[in-house]
């Protein structure tokens, strides 16, 4: 069968001045445009595997290229242009497909990448959605372990810092407000770790890095800051987390804990006022 939006092996039955055309078992044909087959010899008879989408002219037509995704896939795409009853994302033909404003969860920027589901609408015609999360897949089990550094992609964010990923471009995970720190925007891909795996095949994730990586970091941080600042700074484990957040980006659990790593190594001392390099 000829479906828009999906691949179909098709037999070319006749050449014409602006194509061929190509058609199933059913003698249902569809047009290969004749600026789709340079440097291909195609001869009638030949069995042709081709994609099936609309033209400019609304026209079911086929093609030899490759799209990015395919009808009931997601895929990572990004947005070439933005018109007022919605947004353009390239999938690599011809034409790019259609993002109606209603399907937007959030405001799309042009050049940006973002994760699209295909569909067929209700006017027969290739359109995308943001709205993905029905369409991810759970992680089966053994899929992934605690502790596997895995890739991510925000699809969405919830009002209570939460955020919604795709692991691997395919499978539902979340990263909890506690497990960020940095603002992350939708479309942005991430290098996260797995941190818990829900008993329905959620995987639970973070953007820290594993505890003792985390301190070293931050360690080597406090003392690059002291060196570039006369041996001085003006934070100390008493200070708020406010403020260590926006210097040091992490908690003050953390601050203090590497902070007393530190001293024990009799890197620095503490005082009223701060903090000084030894």
Same mark, same amino acid.
Do not use: W
């Given at each position: @069968?000829?479906? !828009?939006g999906e691949?179909?092996?098709?037999?070319?039955?006749?050449k014409?001045?602006?194509?061929?055309? %190509?058609?199933?078992?059913f003698?249902? *044909?569809?047009l290969?445009?004749n600026?789709? $087959?340079?440097?291909?010899?195609?001869?009638e008879?030949? &069995?042709?595997?081709?994609?099936?989408?609309r033209? =400019?002219? /609304?026209? @079911?037509? =086929?093609?030899l290229?490759?799209?990015?995704?395919t009808?009931?896939? +997601?895929?990572?795409?990004? $947005?070439?242009?933005?018109? *007022?009853?919605?947004?353009f994302?390239d999938?690599g033909?011809?034409?790019?497909?259609?993002?109606?404003?209603?399907?937007?969860s959030?405001?799309?920027?042009?050049?940006k990448?973002?994760?699209?589901? @295909?569909?067929?609408?209700?006017?027969?015609r %290739?359109?995308?959605?943001?709205?993905? /999360?029905s369409?991810?897949?759970?992680a089966?089990?053994?899929?992934?372990?605690? =502790?596997?550094?895995?890739?991510?992609?925000?699809?969405d964010?919830? *009002?209570n810092?939460?955020? #919604? $990923?795709?692991?691997d471009?395919?499978y539902?995970?979340?990263?909890?407000?506690?497990?960020?720190f940095?603002?992350?925007?939708?479309?942005?891909?991430?290098e996260?770790?797995?941190?818990?795996?829900y *008993?329905d095949?959620?995987?639970?994730?973070?953007?820290?890095k594993k505890?003792l990586?985390?301190r070293?970091?931050? =360690?080597?941080?406090? %003392?690059?800051? !002291? &060196?570039?600042?006369?041996?001085?700074?003006?934070? #100390? /484990?008493?200070?708020s987390?406010? /403020?260590?957040?926006?210097?040091?980006?992490?908690?003050?659990?953390?601050?203090?804990?590497t902070?007393?790593g530190l @001293?024990?190594? &009799? !890197?620095i +001392?503490?005082? &009223?006022?701060?903090?000084?390099?030894?």
């Amino acid at each position: @069968m000829i479906i !828009l939006g999906e691949y179909a092996n098709l037999k070319v039955s006749k050449k014409v001045d602006f194509g061929y055309y %190509l058609e199933d078992k059913f003698g249902d *044909e569809v047009l290969l445009p004749n600026s789709d $087959v340079k440097n291909h010899d195609i001869k009638e008879g030949d &069995k042709l595997e081709v994609f099936i989408y609309r033209d =400019s002219k /609304d026209r @079911m037509i =086929s093609t030899l290229k490759k799209p990015y995704i395919t009808v009931g896939q +997601i895929g990572y795409l990004e $947005v070439v242009s933005q018109r *007022e009853i919605g947004a353009f994302v390239d999938i690599g033909l011809g034409r790019d497909l259609f993002i109606p404003l209603k399907e937007q969860s959030f405001k799309l920027k042009d050049g940006k990448k973002y994760l699209f589901y @295909m569909y067929t609408d209700k006017t027969d015609r %290739l359109a995308g959605t943001t709205k993905i /999360d029905s369409y991810l897949d759970l992680a089966e089990e053994g899929k992934y372990k605690v =502790s596997d550094e895995v890739k991510a992609i925000v699809y969405d964010t919830c *009002e209570n810092g939460t955020l #919604n $990923v795709a692991i691997d471009g395919k499978y539902r995970g979340l990263i909890l407000a506690n497990e960020h720190f940095d603002y992350i925007y939708p479309g942005q891909e991430i290098e996260v770790r797995v941190k818990r795996i829900y *008993e329905d095949g959620t995987l639970g994730v973070t953007t820290r890095k594993k505890r003792l990586d985390a301190r070293e970091e931050l =360690s080597q941080k406090i %003392l690059q800051y !002291l &060196k570039e600042n006369g041996g001085f700074m003006p934070f #100390n /484990d008493k200070s708020s987390s406010e /403020d260590i957040k926006a210097e040091f980006n992490t908690s003050k659990n953390y601050f203090k804990m590497t902070l007393g790593g530190l @001293m024990k190594q &009799k !890197l620095i +001392i503490q005082d &009223k006022e701060g903090t000084r390099l030894l």
